[in-house]
């Protein structure tokens, strides 16, 4: 079994910054894709940022400029850092993985529990 757990969301005015946590854990193989998405009310899940296993990262447009995704291997974890937030970033910010388990299924996608980020004045 595989869990993800976040944290490091809260309460930030606009022009603030957090950081994001999450760490894998339980019958870990290997990891090929460690990554950040987010669901703010009455929207679509979208992704926020994505790091693989050989470096390469991928950022949705929300967060191109402001965030930066980072990883530590051997932890198992991915950090997210988050500049410049903006109301707008306000949302249920979700880790996801894409592993690969030393039981039965191997091929895993899971998802963590969320975290919020309110940007507010």
């Known amino acids: 079994q595989v869990q993800l757990v976040e944290s490091g969301g809260g309460f930030v005015q606009p022009g603030g910054s957090l950081r994001l946590y999450c760490t894998a854990s339980?019958?870990?193989?290997?990891?090929?894709?460690m990554g950040w998405y987010r669901q703010a009310p009455g929207k679509q899940r979208e992704l926020v940022a994505r790091?693989?296993?050989?470096?390469?990262?991928n950022y949705g447009d929300s967060a191109k400029g402001r965030f930066v995704i980072s990883r530590d291997t051997a932890k198992n974890t991915v950090y997210l850092q988050m500049n410049s937030l903006k109301p707008e970033d306000t949302a249920v910010y979700y880790c996801n993985a894409d592993l690969v388990a030393t039981t039965l299924p191997r091929d895993l996608e899971v998802w963590g529990q969320g975290t919020l980020v309110t940007v507010s004045s």
């Open positions: 790091l693989t296993s050989g470096g390469s990262t």
């Open positions: 339980g019958s870990i193989l290997s990891i090929n894709t």
